[in-house]
């Protein structure tokens, strides 16, 4: 892959400086290229930075939090100028349009089959994207320029968008090669797994989007069944569980790179849980440096989500220790959230650049942190830099990496996912779900995560709600991903989640009160006790125009047959 990574970044650094305008004419002429299976290939590779990868989406959600407030989250954003999802899908577009208008012409069919499938893949990712964001949005298939009558067409319906993405997406479907037929060399191009996961994943979206607006969603539920079933059943992909890193795998398989990026020294070629993969190579294409600490502090809601160790929830279990202590809240709890969260009292390494861990010194060996601050980083909580609510995120946080460059590869779409969007769509479709398909989908996450079988019978035996359960489960599998803001608003719950206050740790009655490092803190709690982050107030979420973002203004001035959003 780092060949392929090469070539990849060579001709992004090639083409993409004016892609915004007028690509790739400007850059390639007709005459040299396109003349050849290998140049519709090499044009593709331009393609892949599309891939989702590293974000902060969560931030918009309820339940991480930085800094200050994100105004998506509390319905305080306004329409801009321009937008950064409305301008990369059309150049996108663009691109994808300008191949597959060169395609038509090739003689041999045949061997561009491939390529034309990726550029379907593509053309459905950027689609997908402005429809989740805008709803409705311009359809463009063919290549235009700035005369183009296009250019002035008004918004095409949902529906028409929609029927585009799955059209392209089912096309890319017949086009590309299996995951078992590409090899190592080409690992992380799109393969038939993929995109049928990607389609899953696009139909369980609108489906759900429908169903809980009193539409018909069941023909997308039931693709979405469908795809996702497809990839569990091709046996070509599998959770990451070492025996080496044993319940650490699931925290180990956000930092995976070398050998040096684990106590086991395992590298990332061992990982086969991503159906879909952003690729990244220290020396070609370094992967953002990860400061989860400071930029996502989880929210109590989310502290809250993870089960305890019986497979209960807090206010249910009698294994649950409380918040009187520091770390009392995270003994006996689902192993996946001391995965997520930084443990207070325990010892991280900081990422700083002079500074590599050595994985043969025990964590209790480490040293002082208060005298190595350069290379040691030790969590304690404080309230002004360091977390925002009381607690620090950790996942995809990397240990004592070695320089800045990281060349950990980022799951645009794991086996994980595929997992959940089977379960909630068999749910979703049926208003109930088998042991069954419980035990070859949510199942095999608790299994990696040591924890107790999800069941019907445990589900009415401790009075719990078997959507409720499936939707913690893609919660806490899924958080800091970027996942949890669009499943808010696809399942219409949005405006009731996100007009709630943002809370923090327990203060009053804690450690916390005489704690060296948060004693002195003087800012709002609510009347339970818990630090008060924002209040309802301030945070103003609005069912009639928030589940929709504006049309970037400078669109609107551009085209006058383009009509804003509802109450933009």
């Known amino acids: 892959m780092k060949h392929l990574n090469k070539i990849l970044w060579a001709v992004v650094m090639l083409l993409t400086a004016s892609c915004l305008d007028r690509f790739p004419e400007d850059q390639i002429s007709e005459e040299s290229f396109f003349k050849s299976p290998k140049d519709f290939e ?106 183009s009558e296009e250019l002035k067409a008004p918004r095409n319906s949902r529906q028409e968008v929609l029927d585009l993405v799955i059209a392209d997406l089912n096309e890319a479907i017949k086009a590309l090669p299996k995951a078992k037929d590409v090899g190592d060399a080409n690992h992380g191009k799109i393969t038939e797994e993929g995109a049928q996961a990607f389609l899953a994943r696009v139909a369980l979206f609108e489906g759900t989007w429908r169903k809980f607006r009193g539409e018909n969603g069941k023909d997308l539920l039931t693709t979405a069944q469908q795809m996702s079933k497809k990839v569990m059943e091709s046996d070509q992909f599998s959770l990451f569980k ?22 086991a020294g395992i590298t990332k070629s061992a990982n086969k849980e991503f159906v879909l993969v952003a690729k990244y190579d220290k020396d070609t294409r370094s992967a953002p440096r990860s400061n989860m600490d400071i930029t996502h502090s989880p929210t109590r809601k989310l502290a809250d989500m993870f089960l305890c160790a019986d497979g209960l929830p807090i206010d249910k279990s009698p294994m649950f220790k409380g918040k009187k202590t520091l770390t009392s809240e995270f003994e006996n709890r689902d192993l996946r959230m001391s995965c997520d969260f930084q443990i207070p009292h325990k010892q991280y390494w900081n990422n700083w650049p002079s500074w590599s861990r050595d994985w043969a010194i025990p964590d209790e060996e480490l040293g002082d942190p208060n005298t190595s601050r350069g290379w040691l980083f030790w969590h304690e909580i404080s309230w002004n830099t360091r ?25 645009t779409l794991r086996l994980a996912e595929v997992y959940l969007i089977y379960a909630e769509a068999t749910f979703e479709l049926n208003g109930n779900i088998s042991d069954a398909d419980l035990d070859m989908s949510i199942n095999k996450l608790r299994e990696r995560a040591d924890m107790p ?24 599998e899924l958080c800091f991903e970027g996942f949890r803001y669009d499943d808010l608003r696809r399942w219409y719950t949005a405006h009731v989640e996100l007009s709630k206050p943002i809370l923090g740790v327990k203060f009053t009655g804690t450690e916390y009160e005489t704690y060296e490092f948060s004693k002195g803190y003087k800012g709002a709690l609510d009347p339970d006790g818990f630090v008060l982050v924002e209040t309802d107030a301030s945070r103003q979420f609005n069912k009639d125009k928030n589940y929709l973002f504006p049309l970037p203004l400078k669109q609107l001035q551009l085209n006058s047959n383009l009509e804003q959003n509802p109450g933009w």
């Open 242 to 263: 070492s025996p080496a890193l044993g319940d650490r795998s699931y925290q180990y398989l956000f930092s995976l790179d070398n050998e040096k990026s684990n106590p």
């Open 387 to 411: 977390t925002s609510t009381g607690y620090g995120g950790y996942k995809h946080y990397v240990e004592g990496k070695n320089n800045y460059p990281f060349g950990g590869d980022y799951g």
């Open 42 to 147: 090499l044009f593709t590779n331009s393609f892949y930075g599309a891939l989702p990868t590293y974000n902060t989406n969560d931030l918009m959600s309820d339940l991480v939090r930085a800094g200050g407030p994100n105004a998506v989250s509390n319905g305080t954003n306004i329409a801009v100028e321009s937008d950064g999802t409305w301008n990369n899908s059309y150049a996108q577009i663009r691109k994808c349009n300008y191949l597959l208008n060169k395609a038509e012409g090739f003689a041999d069919q045949e061997s561009i089959k491939q390529a034309v499938g990726t550029t379907k893949f593509f053309r459905a990712l950027a689609y997908f994207n402005l429809m989740k964001k805008f709803g409705g949005v311009p359809i463009v298939k063919a290549v235009l320029d700035i005369d």
């Open 453 to 476: 079988r999800l069941t019907n019978g445990f589900v009415n035996a401790n009075g719990l709600d078997m959507q409720e359960e499936i939707r913690r489960e893609r919660a806490v």
